[in-house]
């Protein structure tokens, strides 16, 4: 990757941090996103100035070949942000639509929830997952991470 790219990506950590106000978390998964994008787009050599609609839809389509829908929100959500309001392209960038996946969502029953927590009484680690988990609604990616 070329000195101004790295520049660039610098320059879009600052606009993230003095302009949006992002978490470092947040600029860090959005550089990463912003390098993959003119990684590909120096593999199809093509420069800055030749992002386009087209270029756009096509990293759009390879990028749906190889991630899931959900981790396509944070690609797009990405892309608009590097390309249409930091270089300031005219550029319609929009996730596909999709639909939902189909998921039980009944809730456990108050006997079923403390037969939970009797299976995982002896163990003080589960224990304090499970009660993370059924107290404070966390997802259990967020409790992983």
């Known amino acids: 990757m070329g000195n101004t790219q790295k520049e660039l990506l610098e320059r879009y950590k600052t606009w993230m941090r003095v302009q949006r106000g992002n978490s470092k978390k947040t600029i860090d998964?959005?550089?990463?996103?912003?390098?993959?994008?003119?990684?590909?787009l120096e593999k199809e050599g093509q420069t800055l100035e030749d992002i386009n609609q087209e270029a756009i839809d096509k990293y759009?389509?390879?990028c749906y070949k190889e991630f899931s829908q959900n981790t396509m929100v944070v690609v797009t959500a990405n892309m608009r942000?590097?390309?249409?309001?930091?270089l300031k392209k005219d550029i319609d960038i929009k996730l596909a639509n999709s639909t939902a996946p189909?998921?039980?969502k009944n809730s456990l029953t108050k006997k079923e929830v403390k037969a939970?927590?009797?299976?995982?009484?002896e163990n003080p680690r589960e224990v304090a997952i499970l009660k993370t988990l059924y107290y404070t609604g966390v997802r259990r990616s967020?409790?992983?991470n």
């Open 81 to 86: 942000k590097f390309c249409k309001h930091f």
């Open 142 to 144: 967020e409790l992983i």
């Open 60 to 62: 759009l389509s390879a």
């Open 29 to 40: 998964l959005m550089a990463t996103g912003a390098f993959q994008f003119l990684t590909w």
């Open 102 to 104: 189909d998921r039980d």
């Open 116 to 121: 939970m927590f009797r299976c995982a009484s």
